[in-house]
Each structure stands twice: as structure tokens, then as C-alpha cells.
């Protein structure tokens, strides 16, 4: 059984809902690109530089 | 064509002079710092604590000459004409209102009013206020709801003015604005947007839709708010510092940064068109600190809009735009520490792709600015330990010479290397004071004379505090160099007053730090304790200092134009409160009240 303090809450939130709402209109707002992508330059290159693996001896 | 292209290119040479000027004289004086500095240390013999503290000096000095650029570049300029458009105008604005956890009734009163003084202007139709709820707390979220309703009854202001709640924090402010954009954004083609404790003019925000309507290529204006509702000695010191030095160091700002300008989080208007197409907020890869969510959005945002050819300026010839402030030093250093770490994290994209220049200098600003107190502290640090590392003085330099060569004291150097960073810290506020006295500018501030006596108590106390924010800071940074996220608290806002136990648990550490500083110098270089003592000294009586400068402020100091003739929202704003909170059933008690009785 639904109290009377929890059913007003239901109604304030149906009319918060009806008379708040947002117009719809929505409008795209594409991620920006802020970090260099990886391995994308020279430099990039450069730093990732390791040197070169090698077998193991005796195998 | 001919007039405008001649106006523009004048404007951006006057912008690179100032650039230039300014970068120049802050090498310069940071140059002379660390000459003045080895040749001081050099005296008993160079070693590499005296190169590493003339390199720190450095740093320090070019930072604080920096900042006296700025004013220096605000007092002697005056803000360009703007362009407006004249008549009626025409345009749909969305005023974004984000709330996080806020007492709701203090917010609202804040729409109503600011409802009435644009209904006032006859443009108010114009404007629609959109409630952007990332509350957590599902009390305060209830109450939100009551609040809403009440305010739609009270204005009468039906399909102007939206409340909507996030069913999750994502982007957290940026996120709450980007959401809002992504579902209504096309509605709209301005958007100011505030913070919850923002408060402004109807006159002033039509005046910042005259001029975005003027200028088609602004994406952003940005206006100077001021401290409003200061009680305690604190904040009405930090209301005094805003209202009278901040204009200036805006104005100084202005016109080093051109068409780059800042973005504060609030009390700006935007293109939205502009902002959706430039401002979508990645999240950075990794881990908070310095990953995920960007913390300072608002400084990127304004990068972004730069990057993408937008204009971004500040105004600081426009009125009636206002904000509340923190009352006490520990509020301000909670917001500091989410703001530390904000500008810490833009150490990420100082290299992002595209960005103008000047935006990668702004981030670097925003990191030396809380480096910088790390430099002073690493300073004080290497000068206590120095004679550790300091040769033994050899008296007989010169072979086969019988006599004593005694060396000769380079303590003059020190001492004016002392003046001069105390000039760079002193003398701006002092050359705007006299500004201020000549322009008539102080009249407002009930006159020169008490103008000056607030600026001489405004200078005392920044230098008692400036150690204590010194250790707050130099605490944030190495909070975030280890990897602790500050988190999103929500902002303490309200009364303020701490009692000597709540001080003092917001600040034992400093004092241990203090003592065990000043035992250090005492053991290791006695000659320093005398000159660390105005350091040490405020960290030593922290609690003392941050509890008395928490209580209400009864000084007739510190008065500025606002406090003393108040506005017209900032009138009704406190009417509407009157009114809700004593003819009314308080905020606290049960729901549903009176409010949804009537809407």
C-alpha cells in the first residue's frame, strides 16, 4: 500500500515531468580529438623506438 | 572591408606588443633574480644547492612578474568599443542553471529573480531557464522538485523555465551542459551558462546578446563576476580583492590574449552552434589524476572554440554579473584542490593537436600557478640545508700571501633581491589604488582614503595567509603528483564560520610542519630562522588565523560598490528568499508543501 507522503511524491514528479521538460531538439556535439594519437609522427616513432629482441643463446 | 580588416590587424599587433612587452620584462626581472641569487650564494663559494636555488628563484620571479605585467598592462589601457546591436533584440537564449546537490531554495530564489529583472527589460520572453539537475542526493533531489514548482507558480513563467535530473554524473559539469545541448541545443542559438550560486542582471544579460548578435564569429563571451553576499572577514576581503583588482588584472589579460580568450565555467554566454560543434569533451585515457574526466573543462572548452576559428573574449566593461564566494580559507582550499588538480591534468594537452598557442601558454599559466608555491617552498627547503653543502670558507686564497682575505658580504644582494619580490607582489595593487584615486574609480569604494586603508589591510593580510595557502597548495600537487583524485565534492556554500577545533583539524599539519621547519633551520642555519619567520610563523598560528578570519566581519573596510548600494536582482533575490523562507513553511519540512498545492 502506497502512503499518502509517497503518492504526493508520485505526483509532484509527474508534474515536475510534464511542466520541466527540456524542448526537443537535439543538436550533435562530436567528440574532439585533445591526444595525439599514438605512433602518429616521427617523434611518436622515435620514442617507441626499443631495441631489437634477440633468441635466447643455446636455443 | 577596407576599415575593419585595418581595425583588426591593429588590434592583433597591439595584442602581440603587449605579449611581447610583458614576456620580455618578466625575463627580465626573472633573469635578475637569479643573477642577483648565484652571485649572493657564489660568495662563500658556488655550490649546486646555489645554482638549484637561483634556478627556483627564477621560476618564482618570472611568475610573479608575470602576473604584475598584467596589471600593469590593465592600467594602461582601456577597454576597446564594443560592438552591439542597437533596438530590440531578437534572439532565443537558454540560461543553463547546472545544480549539484545545492540548497535548492537559495538557487531558485536566484532564477526568480533574475526572471524579474529580464521581464523587466521586455525581453524576457526571450529567455528560458533550464534547471540541469546532477543532484545525488535524492533529498535534496525531492526538494528540487517542490522548489521547481513552486518557482513555475511564483513566475508564472510555464514552458520558459525546465527542470530536468541526470540519472547519472557522466562529464559531470561539461557532461550536464553537453547533455542538455545534445537534447535541446538546436532550440536555442545563445546559451548562458551559470553556476548555481550565479546571479545576474536581466540588463546585463541582454547586453551580452547584443553583443553576440553584433559579432558573428564570437563564440564566447565571458563577463568579470563579482563577490556578492561576503559575511565573514575572509570573504569580505576576497569581495574587496575581486570587485577592485580583479577588473584591472581582466583588463591586462584582455589584452594580452586577443581573440583566445578565457572561459571561467560560468557567467558567459555561448554560441551554441559553436560550442556543440568545438566542445565535445573526450575523456582522457587512463586514470584520474590525470586521466579520465577533464576536471577544468572550461579552460579547454575556451582552447577548443579558439581552435576551431571561434573568437573567445573577455569583457570586463560589463556590469551587474555576480557570484558567492567561499567565506573561509578551508572552502577555498577544497576548491582550490579540485582546481589544482583541473590545471595539474592540463599537463596532458599541451601538446594537443591544433590548439593556438596561446592556449598551450593559458594551460601552462594554470600549471605554474600552483607550481609555482612548490618552487618557493622547494626554495625555503634547499636554503635551510644549504650550509650542509656550502665549502669552508679559505681564508688564504691568494698562495704565499700572509694575510687573511675576509670574504666580502653579498647580503645586499639577497635583501635586494628581497625588496624586489616583494615590489613585484606590492607594487601593482599600490600603482592601482593611485589609478583608482586619479580615474575616480574609488568613489564607489566610499573613497580614496578608505580604498587605501582596505589595500594596506588587504596586503597585510595576504601576506599572513600567503604561507598557509603556500602549504595548502604546495599539499594539492603532491596529492595529485601521487595519483589522489580529488573527486566531484559538492561546494560548501553558506555561513562558513569555523570554530578553533574545526580550524584546527583542517590545519595541524601546517603547524607540525611549521615547528618542525623552523626546529630544522634553528639546528642547521640559525642566521635563516629570522628571515623565515614570516613564513613560518603564519603556519605555526594556521588555526588561530583561519578560525578568526571565518567570523563575520563587522570592519567598515573592505566596502565595495555593490555591498554598499546593492543592485536591483541582488535586492529581489533576497526579497524572494525573505519570502520563501520566513512567510513560508521551511525548506525542511515535510513534502509536499504549499508549493504544490498552488502550481
Known amino acids: 500500500m502506497t502512503s499518502l507522503s509517497e503518492q504526493a511524491q508520485f505526483e509532484i514528479e509527474t508534474r515536475v515531468r510534464e511542466l520541466g521538460a527540456l524542448p526537443v531538439a537535439p543538436m550533435a556535439m562530436p567528440l574532439q580529438v585533445l591526444e595525439i594519437q599514438r605512433g602518429a609522427g616521427l617523434v611518436d616513432m622515435l620514442l617507441q623506438l626499443r631495441p631489437a629482441r634477440t633468441s635466447k643463446a643455446g636455443h | ?599
Open chain 2, 1 to 599: 572591408m577596407a576599415a575593419p580588416v585595418a581595425d583588426q590587424a591593429h588590434s592583433d599587433g597591439r595584442v602581440y606588443l603587449t605579449r611581447s612587452i610583458s614576456l620580455a620584462a618578466s625575463l627580465a626581472a626573472a633573469a635578475g633574480g637569479f643573477l642577483l641569487f648565484l652571485q649572493f650564494g657564489a660568495s662563500d663559494g658556488l655550490d649546486v644547492i646555489d645554482i638549484l636555488r637561483s634556478v627556483l628563484i627564477f621560476a618564482s620571479t618570472f611568475w610573479l612578474a608575470w602576473g604584475a605585467m598584467q596589471a600593469l598592462a590593465g592600467l594602461t589601457t582601456r577597454p576597446p568599443e564594443r560592438p552591439r546591436t542597437e533596438g530590440p533584440i531578437t534572439t532565443r537564449t537558454a540560461v543553463l542553471v547546472p545544480v549539484y546537490n545545492e540548497d535548492p531554495v537559495a538557487t531558485f530564489a536566484r532564477i526568480a529573480a533574475m526572471e524579474a529583472s529580464l521581464q523587466e527589460t521586455g525581453f524576457g520572453d526571450l529567455f528560458h531557464f533550464a534547471i540541469l539537475s546532477d543532484t545525488r542526493n535524492d533529498d535534496i533531489a525531492a526538494k528540487e522538485r517542490h522548489w521547481f514548482l513552486r518557482l513555475l507558480a511564483d513566475t508564472g513563467a510555464e514552458g520558459r523555465m525546465f527542470y530536468r535530473r541526470r540519472q547519472n554524473n557522466k562529464g559531470r559539469k561539461a557532461g550536464n551542459i553537453e547533455d542538455f545541448i545534445r537534447t535541446s541545443g538546436a532550440a536555442y542559438p545563445f546559451a548562458i551558462i551559470l553556476d548555481a550560486d550565479s546571479l545576474m542582471e536581466g540588463e546585463t544579460m541582454v547586453e551580452m546578446v547584443r553583443r553576440m548578435e553584433a559579432v558573428p564569429d564570437l563564440g564566447l563571451l565571458q563577463t568579470l563576476p563579482v563577490i556578492i553576499h561576503a559575511k565573514s572577514r575572509f570573504g569580505r576581503i576576497m569581495q574587496f580583492a575581486g570587485a577592485f583588482y580583479s577588473p584591472i588584472f581582466a583588463r591586462g589579460l584582455a589584452m594580452m590574449q586577443g581573440k583566445t580568450g578565457p572561459f571561467w565555467g560560468h557567467n558567459a554566454i555561448v554560441r551554441v552552434r559553436a560550442f556543440a560543434e568545438s566542445c565535445g569533451m573526450p575523456e582522457l585515457a587512463g586514470k584520474p589524476p590525470f586521466g579520465g574526466h577533464i576536471l577544468s573543462h572550461d579552460y579547454v572548452e575556451a582552447a577548443l572554440l579558439a581552435r576551431a576559428g571561434w573568437t573567445v573574449r573577455v569583457d570586463d566593461d560589463i556590469t551587474g554579473s555576480f557570484e558567492e564566494g567561499p567565506e573561509n580559507i578551508v572552502d577555498h582550499a577544497k576548491r582550490d584542490r579540485r582546481w589544482c588538480q583541473g590545471n595539474l591534468q592540463h599537463s596532458r594537452l599541451l601538446l594537443a593537436p591544433g590548439l593556438k598557442m596561446w592556449s598551450r601558454f593559458v594551460f601552462l599559466q594554470g600549471i605554474l600557478a600552483y607550481i609555482a608555491p612548490v618552487f618557493w617552498l622547494a626554495f625555503l627547503a634547499a636554503s635551510i640545508i644549504a650550509p650542509l653543502f656550502a665549502p669552508p670558507i679559505n681564508y688564504f686564497p691568494v698562495e704565499y700571501w700572509p694575510f687573511p682575505v675576509l670574504p666580502v658580504s653579498q647580503a645586499s644582494k639577497a635583501l635586494g633581491l628581497a625588496v624586489g619580490v616583494v615590489g613585484l607582489l606590492f607594487v601593482p595593487k599600490i600603482l592601482i589604488v593611485i589609478d583608482a584615486a586619479l580615474r575616480r574609480r574609488a568613489v564607489p569604494f566610499a573613497g580614496t582614503a578608505r580604498v587605501a586603508k582596505s589595500t594596506v589591510a588587504e596586503l597585510l593580510f595576504s601576506s599572513i595567509t600567503a604561507p598557509i595557502f603556500l602549504m595548502y597548495q604546495t599539499r594539492s600537487v603532491l596529492q595529485v603528483l601521487r595519483g589522489a583524485d580529488g573527486g566531484w565534492p559538492a561546494q560548501t556554500r553558506g555561513d562558513g564560520t569555523l570554530s578553533l577545533a574545526e580550524a584546527w583539524s583542517g590545519s595541524y599539519w601546517m603547524v607540525t610542519n611549521g615547528v618542525i621547519g623552523l626546529g630544522l633551520a634553528n639546528w642547521f642555519a640559525p642566521h635563516l630562522v629570522l628571515w623565515l619567520l614570516p613564513v613560518a610563523l603564519p603556519m605555526v598560528m594556521a588555526p588561530i588565523i583561519i578560525s578568526w578570519s571565518s567570523k563575520t566581519s563587522k570592519s567598515r573596510l573592505f566596502a565595495t560598490p555593490t555591498e554598499r548600494h546593492g543592485s536591483a536582482v541582488i535586492r529581489q533575490q533576497d526579497l524572494i528568499m525573505q519570502r520563501w523562507q520566513g512567510n513560508e513553511a521551511p525548506v525542511q519540512s515535510a513534502l509536499p508543501g504549499q508549493a504544490v498545492t498552488h502550481a
